[in-house]
């Protein structure tokens, strides 16, 4: 099956294809099968390749498509590139791209716009699987370049998908510029690495790391962070993903979830061989990291919307793999790319059956009570709680437990164990009080469900992989991805480690549930303004509004008629004037012609005369 | 000798256009061009496939026409101008489709000056002469001249002067630069020649050639257009019927591009070295000035005007980066921008046509009424901000790598652009198609098959230059080792 | 017998002529005394000639008065047309009527 390798990329590639040349006009049952369909046989053609290639024992598989560019020592190919990391990224992908494409034929179903909504749909979401196919099996800088950019523009396609809400293009908009500011530091990355090594092939340029100057290293190291800053929705470049959730939600599951925000932390541990020659660099991702992860688990506690509860969310549990990737846990950093994939899909797609029964309700305010109306979306989204929480046997547990004690034996560490046990803690306490509200308590709005095996098939999926995809990692990733470490849970250390979220989720319970009466507290002045400073993402908007966005709109204000074009209107009005002074001479008397003639001819004889 | 039949052919369908309105009736002169176009891309395809000879060439004629001052009909083609003479017949085809039934008065004279304005671009691409390139300099000029002055839009009168008097001066100054540069080299060796080939070697005094350089500087980036002599272009583009337009955008603009490459550097080395942090600054300041102004506008065809400054600054970079990253990369902005930027013009006039506005605040929504066109809109917009796998990308990646080599400041800031291409583009997208639909929008016709063929057969072209760009590059590549300007 | 005139005088008189024809045509606004003034003007310019040919002993400035003559003609011919035109026209031969020329 290896060498049908390209297939996998392909085959989302030809859905797209011909889902766009159709136009739309297929029935809308053939478009589902077409758009679920490849992302299906790129799952199991990508199973199939994984499988031998396990087998095989090889470190690496690269399949040569074609040369992209050839222009002087530059040529740069299409070659797909087989390994560990590679293996598990193309696994989550297809695997959980094609769960929730499967559950977008239920949600998506009549979830559109225009008569041809489906199809267009689901041929951006096609789109999306082969761009970020692309991104992970690249094996030149370019070519992942090329994934990058492609995934960035689905995003947009996407999270505009409605289009006719001006809110949602504002928001679709921003997530693209927004990256593309990351995008653009990682092309300067990208230019400096050619500079310094002649080549944007991953694989020579990590074998030829010995020619790079150390400081021309933390250069790379911390522009290429910079897009993946951007692309993973880190500090400073947050700021697009909460308002990203204006997507339908199968779009939030699959892009601002699972498979897309991870894509800064796939570049870091590709490219693990510069971070590895620049501790500063490698420095700086953890603290992007550890930063992104508090900030973002004290604004989901605020947030009364569950779409952007979980994007919040979303935000920390990435930023714990930053942190994993900054101190040196490489494989449990994937670990938890991996298993947050899983749970974190199964808690879009749970809280996306909600909002669809509840008639596009996201307030967790007005939802409560719906655990016996909705049993299987309830069940899943307690599933997915429970390992976001990191609750012992779950997947979270056993790969956040793993990036938090590896952090406790790094030199710098222990501040970024206290600072993630700490984040461990409000996760469980939002994670609780989003239950607990959502869920418990009196209904509010009544649901009704019109789910059907296309949409709850795949959430038991998820469910069956939040919990045991924590099992599968101890046993088959550490084998191909590296050791996660060995941990005793019997030191102070490892039990705080499990014991905080377990407190936290105690203490959520009390609070939310109304046991443990805390609302004089929260509605101090102090209590009231750290609320709103903290609902508002920590005034990070409010500052790039000020900072880049009125300052540029009022220069395209003011500019709109382009200055530089003054200077021609003022040649020619000063032309003009001269032709004005000029014609006032011109008076079409005759006499006064001949007068003046006579005169000059009088002034000229006497200018004569008196040489 | 087939090249002067070409030219030939095409102003005498001119002609043929002109006449036919009367004979044969109002729908004849646009089945004249579009045979005419038809038949000159089939011709350029036989001839890439047929292969250059020896020298690198696919066609060549010298004939004597001033023989006592040295001028000859000097016409070649080597592979960058088969890659431009294709790219103007394919643009041809599109201008003629795109003002199909646009034009309502004198659509024999309006063919006739389409085909015109294209003969003096095939000349302009395959002069080998001095003079007789001048020649076709302003012979391309008269008849776009007339296309916005007779068929324009409410400014017409404006706009066709500023678009005249900014050729035409920038003209006389590289017409001032020739003769200057003819009598140097009759100083030097005795001998009075205008031919290319032999004043490419000629030895000239520094100061001089630094003078000499920028008089075809100045008139090539006005052409281009380079901030700060860019203002034309916004006005002549938006007066423009849309085959002006597209024309204008797709191929006129590349002339001033291709006349850096062919004359300015080549014919001065050493003084355009000098030069080059200038013009990488005039490049740079192009991308995002360019970028910040179309994102100002409020109408459609203006901001897409704009937005060919900004592309053109990408050019400037790569040339002036004296490697071939950044030479290539200029030569294939050239192309997709040709793409690209025709499709966007096509697009402003079938709004406008069916519209009656170019104001963006009278559009909103309108993928409602016309999903084709929005779907096209989207595809052009994408490709013009940058996106891999399209041919703009390319381009300017290849640019901007070379430019790093040289400067690494300026490269880093122009990267810039892309981020202001994303802005403008994206708006321009929501502004139109989507949104709230527009209440004063009832309905609007979506594109049909004519429309259809010409958007796929340029977005092939875009995904083709995108995801395998070997073709242009190797077409270009042996131009590039001719010109004797890299190290 | 011939009476010797000293060319001074002649010019004088030239002189003269062409100013009062001047005077008239800067004065007068009828268009045909404006012609007539014009002839005066012409004719002064000839009388010089001929008083500068007789005081050389040369051809040349009865030559330049026979194109002098021939000139008035033509002028006589085109102008009377334009008199006429201008007379249809505005109703007038008040030349100020016509100044639609103006800048």
Known sequence: ?611 | MILFVVILALLGAGVVAWASERVLGKDAPRLVSLLAFGAGLVWSAAVWLDGADANGLYAAMDWPWIARFGIHLTLEMDGLSLLMVALTMFLGIVAVVSSWDEIESAQGFFQFNILWVMAGVVGVFTAMDLLLFFFFWEVMLIPMYLLIAIWGHEEKAYASMKFFLFTQISGLLMLFAILALVFVHHGATGEITFSYKALLGAEIDPRIATWLMLGFFVAFATKLPSVPVHTWLPDAHTQAPTAGSVILAGILLKTGAYGIIRFAVPLFPEASADFAVWAMLLGTVSILYGGAMAFSQSDFKRLVAYSSIAHMGFILLGVYAFNELGMQGAIVTMVAHGFSTAALFMMAGAIQQRLHTREMSQMGGLWKHAPRMGTMTLFFVIASVGMPGLGNFVGEFLALLGAFQENWVMAAVATLGIVVAAVYGLYLMQRSFQGTPNPDVASMRDFGLREMSVMAAMMAGLVWVGVYPQHVLELSSATIQTLGVLP | MAIEVPVEQVLMVAAGLFLLGLLGVLVRRNIIFLLMSLEVMMNAAGLAFIAAGAKWGAPDGQIMFMLILALAAAEVAVALGLVLQISRRFDTLDVDAASELNG
């Open chain 1, 1 to 611: 099956m290896l060498e049908y390798l390209w297939l996998v990329p392909a085959l989302p590639l030809v859905g797209f294809f011909v889902l766009f040349v159709t136009e739309g006009k297929l029935p809308d049952k053939l478009v589902g099968v077409i758009g679920a369909g490849s992302v299906g046989l790129a799952a199991l053609v990508a199973l199939g390749a994984g499988a031998e290639f396990v087998q095989s024992g090889e470190g690496s598989y690269a399949q040569s498509l074609w040369i992209w560019m050839a222009v002087g020592n530059f040529t740069p190919s299409i070659t797909l590139y087989l390994d560990p990391l590679s293996l598990v990224m193309t696994g989550v992908i297809t695997g959980v791209g094609f769960l929730i494409h499967l559950f977008a034929t239920g949600y998506m179903w009549k979830d559109h716009e225009e008569p041809e909504g489906l199809s267009r749909f689901f041929a951006y979401m096609n789109l999306f699987v082969f761009a970020m196919l692309m991104l992970v099996l690249g094996d030149n800088l370019l070519v992942l370049f090329l994934g990058w950019e492609g995934v960035g523009l689905c995003s947009y396609l996407l999270i505009g998908f409605y289009h006719r809400d001006p809110e949602n293009g504002y928001a679709a908009r921003k997530a693209f510029v927004v990256t593309r500011v990351g995008d653009t530091l990682m092309a300067i990355g990208l230019f400096l690495l050619f500079r310094e090594l002649g080549t944007l092939d991953i694989q020579t340029a990590l074998g030829d790391t010995g020619q790079l100057d150390p400081g021309m290293a933390t250069a790379i190291g911390l522009l290429l962070l910079g897009g993946a800053v951007g692309k993973s929705a880190q500090v400073p470049l947050q700021t697009w993903l909460p308002d990203a959730m204006a997507g339908p939600t199968p779009v939030s599951a699959l892009i601002h979830a699972a498979t897309m925000v991870t894509a800064g932390v796939y570049l870091i541990a590709r490219m693990k061989g510069i971070y590895e020659l620049a501790p500063v660099a490698q420095f700086a991702v953890a603290i992007v990291g550890l930063v992104t992860l508090l900030i973002s688990s004290f604004t989901a506690l605020t947030q009364t919307d569950i779409k952007r509860i979980l994007a919040y969310s979303t935000m920390s549990q990435i930023g714990y793999m930053f942190m994993a990737l900054g101190v040196g846990a490489w494989s449990a950093g994937i670990f938890h790319l991996m298993t947050h994939a899983f749970f974190k899909a199964l808690l879009f797609l749970a809280s996306g059956s909600v909002i669809l029964a509840l008639h596009h309700e996201q307030d967790i305010h007005k939802m409560g009570g719906l655990w016996r109306k909705l049993p299987v979306p309830f069940a899943s989204m307690l599933i997915g709680s429970l390992a976001l929480v990191a609750l012992p046997l779950t997947s979270g547990f056993y790969s956040k437990d793993a990036i938090l004690l590896t952090a406790w034996e790094h030199d710098t560490g222990r501040w970024f164990w206290a600072g993630g046990v700490l984040a461990a803690f409000m996760t469980a306490l939002y994670t609780t009080r989003m239950m607990v509200v959502a869920f418990f308590g009196e209904t509010k709005t009544e649901p009704d469900d019109a789910s059907r095996i296309n949409m709850w098939g795949p959430l038991v999926v998820l469910c069956v992989l939040s919990i045991a995809g924590g099992w599968m990692g101890i046993g088959v990733l550490d084998g191909l991805l590296g050791p996660l470490g060995e941990f005793s849970h019997t030191d102070p250390v490892a039990v705080t480690t499990v014991a905080l979220p377990i407190f936290g989720v105690l203490l959520g319970w009390l609070v939310f549930s109304g046991r443990l009466d805390l609302s004089t507290l929260v509605a101090s002045s102090f209590g009231d303004a750290l609320r709103r400073f903290w609902q508002s993402g920590w005034a990070f908007d409010w500052v790039y509004d000020r900072l880049f966005v009125k300052p540029f709109l009022w220069v395209a204000r003011v500019n709109k008629r382009d200055i530089v074009d003054l200077v021609f209107r003022i040649t020619a009005s000063v032309t003009r004037g001269f032709h004005h002074v000029g014609a006032l001479t011109q008076t079409g008397r005759l006499r006064w012609y001949a007068a003046n003639m006579a005169i000059g001819l009088i002034v000229v004889f006497l200018i004569v005369a008196s040489v």
